[in-house]
């Protein structure tokens, strides 16, 4: 084999109080995004309350998460910290195939509660019959498909490269591990995994929220103040604001930074970004899968109870059946992922029959948008 010649020479390392505290910050972060997302897949394994359509989603969208913690940020923490690769070409471009997979799958299972949580609030009658087993499943499975898609395939033929070759295998000397991206590769990515999804989402979550302010009018004309009342319709409205302002927020600061780096790249070079600013929005996107738990699961009531009887029954060492309260005390949504919200959509008819005017059925929809996302 020839000898290495013109080698690039690796980054300057940075020094070593910042590599203690970059590696800090990398390790608690990795550390607290498997921990999280463990957590509520225990919480609906483990509390039958949970076993719903809806949270099928979310239990997708925490076992990509917690892929992500496994297989790609320790990996990514290390390069980070060192500025080389010394595992192989082979090795750095499934490393790198994984990142794009999960990250992809991530935000699709976002996108895609964003349109449960839609046609939960704006067809609330009709839920049950939207919203079905076999169709989640079917989106669960467009959702790795098209994962698979715009990762694995194009980055081991060569189609996200400038010409034919597959990245990171022209010198088996260069201890650099990238993914490199052209314009093609760069705009169809961005556009059909961030940018139209992300559109989507606005439209959706704008659509949620107007529905619910105009629930709240509705049901303000006819609210009677009364002692056993948990919560007017206002502070309601308010909360269902804030909850989706944070929801959609979090998304766009953590992937729209990173997506526009991807894009630039793509038409303007691979060395046009690099160092520490793209270090920033890489790991900018990585967060998101740490917050996902906490977006999607304590801001729900029901996950916030699982996630204190599951802390409590590790706390005592008691079996977990014994430290869940009473089915009745809870609010049901479902029996299991294959029967989906059907009870839910009968009651919710049997409430709009009770009151001619809908405003039960309103204040459960105002609910929806402002606790369970």
């Not at 990795?30 to 483990?46: K, P, Q, R, S, Y």
Request: net charge positive; with cysteine.
């Amino acid at each position: 084999m020839a000898p290495c010649n013109n080698l690039t020479s690796p980054p300057e390392a940075m020094g070593f109080h910042l590599q203690v505290l970059v590696g800090s910050f990398l390790a608690i972060l990795t550390v607290f995004t498997f921990c999280g997302n463990v957590i509520v897949c225990l919480a609906v394994i483990f509390d039958r309350r949970l076993r719903s359509l809806t949270n099928c989603i979310i239990v997708s969208l925490a076992i990509t998460d917690l892929l992500l913690s496994l297989l790609v940020l320790p990996f990514s923490a290390f390069y980070e910290l060192t500025h080389q690769w010394p595992f192989g070409s082979t090795l750095c471009n499934i490393y790198m195939s994984l990142d794009v997979m999960l990250c992809t799958a991530s935000i699709l299972n976002l996108f895609m509660i964003s349109l449960d949580r839609y046609f939960a609030v704006t067809t609330p009658l009709r839920y049950g019959q939207v919203v079905t087993p076999s169709r989640v499943t079917v989106g669960l499975v467009i959702i790795w498909a098209v994962s698979l898609m715009v990762s694995f395939l194009p980055i081991h033929l060569g189609w996200n490269t400038n010409g034919t070759a597959v990245q990171n295998t022209a010198s088996n000397c260069s201890e650099e591990c990238k993914l490199e991206v052209n314009l093609v590769y760069g705009l169809m990515v961005a556009l059909f995994t961030f940018y139209i999804p992300l559109v989507i989402m606005c439209i959706t979550y704008y659509r949620i929220l107007k529905i619910a302010r105009e629930q709240a009018k509705r049901i303000n004309h006819t609210w009677c103040c009364s002692s056993n009342t948990p919560m007017p319709p206002i502070v309601k409205e308010h909360k269902a604001t804030v909850t989706l302002a944070v929801v959609l927020g979090a998304f766009i600061v953590c992937w729209f930074p990173y997506f526009t780096v991807f894009t630039y790249r793509g038409m303007w070079g691979d060395s046009s970004v690099k160092g520490t600013p793209m270090s920033i929005v890489l790991w900018l996107g990585y967060v998101n899968s740490a917050l996902n738990p906490i977006l999607y699961g304590t801001l729900n009531r029901d996950f916030r109870l699982a996630y204190q009887h599951l802390l409590h029954c590790c706390k005592t060492g008691g079996p977990r059946g014994s430290c869940l309260p009473p089915l009745r005390k809870a609010q049901p949504r479902g029996r299991g992922c294959r029967q989906g919200l059907g009870g839910q959509k009968d009651k919710s008819l049997r409430l709009e029959m009770k009151n001619g005017k809908g405003i039960l059925l309103a204040d459960r929809a105002l609910e929806s948008a402002g606790a369970f996302l």
